[in-house]
T-cell receptor
């Protein structure tokens, strides 16, 4: 099946620094990529929708200047957490969508755990 | 607004029994519904998709039903095993997938 990778799988950083997370679709071109955030014992929360070559669409309450998304190609999207603070510590998951006919299938990356000290 | 609810936050059952998880939705008429499994610290893994014109779908020990009148999907795991312990999420399509809160299943040996 289709594979989505994320890098790094975990990162620890100091407060005030920026962290970049990569999301790649390894063997297919993704129509759309999504970024989710998950707090402990909670479900996934959609942060933004990203289409190649265009600006990301952010969900209400998500600061676009804080969470920069760049979708450089049909196989790569990056999420940069700028000036990270401890409250940004979370599990970040990306997904990539393939549309074949009328069927849309979403493949998830393994996630990136961010800890801000 | 659209809303998805999964019946309980946690479900504990004995090995060998059938686990039944519920997903209810409102203000929505989805063309299909999906179920995912998520293990701690990992991303969700797709399990099953059921379309609006399908009443039931099976995959090995998994069975999903979809009642568009009741606006409900049931997810069954028969002959449950401790390895089935995980959080199970239902999701509905739209401009993006919308997930329910998930049900944490614990199968005890």
């Amino acid at each position: 099946g289709a594979v989505v990778s994320q890098h790094p799988s975990w990162v620890i950083c100091k407060s005030g620094t920026s962290v970049k997370i990569e999301c790649r679709s390894l063997d297919f071109q993704a129509t759309t990529m999504f970024w989710y955030r998950q707090f402990p014992k909670q479900s996934l929360m959609l942060m933004a929708t990203s289409n190649e070559g265009s600006k990301a669409t952010y969900e209400q309450g998500v600061e676009k200047d804080k969470f920069l998304i760049n979708h450089a190609s049909l196989t790569l999207s990056t999420l940069t957490v700028t000036s990270a603070h401890p409250e940004d510590s979370s599990f970040y998951i990306c997904s990539a969508t393939v549309l074949a006919g009328f069927r849309e299938t979403q493949y998830f990356g393994p996630g990136t755990r961010l800890l801000v000290l | 607004s659209q809303k998805i609810e999964q019946n309980s936050e946690a479900l504990n059952i004995q090995e060998g029994k059938t686990a039944t998880l519920t997903c209810n939705y409102t203000n929505y008429s989805p063309a299909y519904l999906q179920w995912y499994r998520q293990d701690p610290g990992r991303g969700p893994v797709f399990l099953l998709l059921i379309r609006e014109n399908e009443k039931e779908k099976r995959k090995e020990r998994l069975k999903v039903t979809f009642d568009t009148t009741l606006k409900q999907s049931l997810f069954h795991i028969t002959a449950s095993q401790p390895a089935d312990s995980a959080t199970y999420l239902c999701a509905l399509p739209g401009n993006m997938l919308t997930f329910g809160g998930g049900t944490r299943l614990m199968v005890k040996p």
